[in-house]
């Protein structure tokens, strides 16, 4: 789901203070009352905000995602394991889309002499592609400070104009009933694109996250190949119904 910019700005306002008087964010984003007013009534249609007495919240769905140092440790193992099998997927002289996240991140090490180009939104992961000599594009726009990922117009204007062999996205929940999820509207849309400006789609994301439900959907579970870690055998096939897993 597109959102406006001034909308984004009002979402970066709320994310950093928890709640804002329509007054707040007039003066942050410059907007006419009347304009801010009718900003938050379709954030509210969209289930993003909450309004009571002239201020607005996020929603509990969306303050509730963990920041990216909090999701580094959990899991960490399965994450290498998942990513490490995920690289496996790779060619020599391919294009690849590397999402922003904790479990992403570990695909880098193994893209060494594979000579590939990366396109990314995952501020955390430049540092460790130039330490690699990866090839790296960087889409530009909003930095959102809790996962580190840059979101917002700019980014997906740019995001558009790519077309990937493959494309790694991450998820905070995946199910049969639910497709992939995440935590974050906006956030959601980048994956949603990439997945669709790939030729190839893999989710990726730890056992934890199976029958998870988060705020916001980005596919389906039969448009992306899903790598995931230890599965009960009754739960993988609840999936392999659907699409292709890779269980490590």
Do not use: W
Request: net charge neutral; proline share 1%; charged share 20%.
């Amino acid at each position: 789901m597109f959102l406006t910019e001034r909308q984004q700005q009002i979402l970066a306002h709320l994310r950093q203070h928890g709640t804002s008087t329509v007054q707040q964010l007039v003066d942050f984003t410059g907007a006419s009352d009347s304009s801010v007013r009718r900003d938050l009534t379709e954030l509210e249609k969209q289930q993003i905000v909450e309004r009571q007495h002239g201020a607005a919240t996020l929603r509990h769905a969306v303050l509730a995602e963990k920041s990216l140092p909090e999701k580094a440790m959990e899991c960490l193992q399965e994450k290498q394991r998942i990513m490490k099998r995920a690289a496996q997927e790779v060619g020599y002289g391919e294009c690849i889309y590397i999402d922003a996240g904790s479990t992403t991140m570990h695909i880098i090490p193994h893209l060494v002499n594979k000579n590939v180009t990366v396109v990314t939104n995952g501020i955390m992961h430049v540092p460790h592609l130039m330490e690699q000599q990866i090839q790296t594009i960087m889409l530009g726009g909003e930095v959102k400070m809790t996962t580190q990922a840059v979101i917002g117009a700019k980014a997906i204007t740019q995001l558009q104009d790519y077309y990937f062999d493959r494309a790694f996205i991450g998820a905070n929940g995946f199910s049969a009933v639910h497709g992939y999820t995440t935590a974050d509207l906006e956030e959601a849309t980048l994956k949603k694109i990439a997945m669709q400006q790939a030729k190839r789609a893999y989710v990726v994301a730890d056992g934890t996250k199976y029958e998870q439900r988060q705020f916001a959907k980005f596919g389906e579970l039969q448009q992306a190949t899903l790598i995931t870690s230890t599965l009960q055998a009754e739960k993988q096939r609840s999936l392999t119904a659907h699409t292709e897993v890779y269980v490590v």
